[in-house]
């Protein structure tokens, strides 16, 4: 990624706080390992600042920052290397984990150093996270309530079903009353955060471009399309079917070695679980109304096929058109239709 990088910075970020560690490399030589904590606010990253300039840390390509994604913990440090030019790697935190192999002890500067020794010996092979889009975290954010209301909303709805079915009818009316003004409240909540999702989407051009040709796929709707544009930056990195298959939880792997081990071919359990559930979603309408995925559903199924197996490899089909169109930028062409 970067040929003469020559400091190389990890940072094991929390909630209330920050640890830095640094690694300066002088004519290939690596010096003694810098570190610092400071405060996740503005001002704690004020005093970062005037941290890496005491120790002439340079911004620009001769610097590398490695993170791992904590969710929301880490934007102010994103927000920061965006605005200063820094190049950013956000890792994933499981693969980063097992690239220390056996590793004993853990606290909070541990994992700075491990973070700032990973960049070092990783720094060929890793690629500089995108700057910091305020729009797109916007939408992310949005997505990420809305889901949270639906459950809300559900799970008050299941309450008052259950209730039902134990209570006298005067006392049920009474409940239902009571949680009348919290389930409308939630839905005029739903209302107006998709409201939002749509304003943002129908702001951003590029937003709006992949929007349209997702929407284009057969089976795949706005939920699944804006929430497919939150989770992967926009398709920011590309991925190819394979990579979104994976990381939806939906591309098999076989499980065997030697004359021991004879497992099943089966999906891994490392996945992103609503993506997984959205596209599930999308591969039941399909088998259900449309007419190539219904005729391709029975087939297999007459050939002694598992349901949930069946489901999977239409799930995995959706997953390989979702990143043929974006790679394309092309709609999808439904040429099943078009024969017949």
């Given at each position: 990624?970067?040929?003469?990088?020559?400091?190389?910075?990890?940072?094991?970020?929390?909630?209330?706080?920050?640890?830095?560690?640094?690694?300066?490399?002088?004519?290939?030589?690596?010096?003694?390992?810098?570190?610092?904590?400071?405060?996740?606010?503005?001002?704690?990253?004020?005093?970062?600042?005037?941290?890496?300039?005491?120790?002439?840390?340079?911004?620009?390509?001769?610097?590398?920052?490695?993170?791992?994604?904590?969710?929301?913990?880490?934007?102010?440090?994103?927000?920061?290397?965006?605005?200063?030019?820094?190049?950013?790697?956000?890792?994933?935190?499981?693969?980063?984990?097992?690239?220390?192999?056996?590793?004993?002890?853990?606290?909070?500067?541990?994992?700075?150093?491990?973070?700032?020794?990973?960049?070092?010996?990783?720094?060929?092979?890793?690629?500089?996270?995108?700057?910091?889009?305020?729009?797109?975290?916007?939408?992310?954010?949005f997505i990420s309530t809305r889901t949270k209301l639906l459950k809300h909303k559900s799970s008050l709805g299941v309450s008052i079903r259950e209730l039902g079915n134990v209570n006298e009818k005067s006392h049920q009316k009474v409940v239902e009353k009571a949680l009348k003004d919290a389930i409308?409240?939630?839905?005029?909540?739903?209302?107006?955060?998709?409201?939002?999702?749509?304003?943002?989407?129908?702001?951003?051009?590029?937003?709006?471009?992949?929007?349209?040709?997702?929407?284009?796929?057969?089976?795949?709707?706005?939920?699944?399309?804006?929430?497919?544009?939150?989770?992967?930056?926009?398709?920011?990195?590309?991925?190819?079917?394979?990579?979104?298959?994976?990381?939806?939880?939906?591309?098999?792997?076989?499980?065997?070695?030697?004359?021991?081990?004879?497992?099943?071919?089966?999906?891994?359990?490392?996945?992103?679980?609503?993506?997984?559930?959205?596209?599930?979603?999308?591969?039941?309408?399909?088998?259900?109304?449309?007419?190539?995925?219904?005729?391709?559903?029975?087939?297999?199924?007459?050939?002694?096929?598992?349901?949930?197996?069946?489901?999977?490899?239409?799930?995995?089909?959706?997953?390989?058109?979702?990143?043929?169109?974006?790679?394309?930028?092309?709609?999808?062409?439904?040429?099943?239709?078009?024969?017949?």
């Amino acid at each position: 990624m970067i040929a003469d990088t020559k400091f190389f910075i990890g940072i094991d970020v929390s909630k209330p706080c920050f640890d830095v560690s640094l690694m300066s490399v002088i004519s290939y030589v690596k010096q003694p390992l810098e570190s610092a904590r400071f405060d996740n606010t503005a001002s704690g990253i004020k005093q970062f600042e005037k941290w890496l300039k005491a120790h002439k840390v340079t911004f620009g390509e001769d610097s590398l920052v490695v993170i791992e994604n904590t969710g929301i913990y880490h934007r102010l440090i994103w927000a920061f290397c965006s605005k200063k030019h820094l190049p950013l790697h956000i890792g994933n935190a499981a693969h980063i984990k097992w690239s220390f192999g056996i590793a004993r002890g853990k606290n909070d500067k541990i994992d700075s150093i491990r973070l700032c020794k990973y960049g070092f010996k990783e720094s060929d092979g890793l690629k500089a996270t995108a700057a910091l889009d305020p729009q797109l975290l916007h939408l992310k954010d949005f997505i990420s309530t809305r889901t949270k209301l639906l459950k809300h909303k559900s799970s008050l709805g299941v309450s008052i079903r259950e209730l039902g079915n134990v209570n006298e009818k005067s006392h049920q009316k009474v409940v239902e009353k009571a949680l009348k003004d919290a389930i409308q409240g939630v839905t005029r909540s739903i209302k107006n955060i998709e409201d939002q999702i749509k304003k943002i989407i129908s702001e951003n051009q590029d937003f709006k471009r992949n929007h349209g040709f997702l929407l284009s796929i057969p089976g795949l709707g706005h939920v699944t399309a804006v929430y497919l544009i939150g989770c992967t930056a926009n398709f920011a990195g590309r991925p190819s079917g394979k990579e979104l298959a994976c990381y939806a939880g939906v591309a098999p792997f076989q499980h065997s070695s030697g004359i021991s081990i004879k497992g099943k071919t089966k999906v891994h359990k490392m996945a992103n679980k609503e993506l997984k559930r959205l596209l599930h979603m999308c591969a039941l309408s399909l088998i259900q109304h449309n007419q190539e995925f219904k005729i391709y559903y029975n087939r297999k199924k007459d050939e002694g096929k598992h349901s949930m197996s069946i489901l999977n490899a239409v799930r995995n089909k959706i997953a390989l058109r979702i990143a043929a169109v974006i790679k394309n930028q092309t709609p999808y062409h439904d040429k099943y239709n078009m024969v017949a």
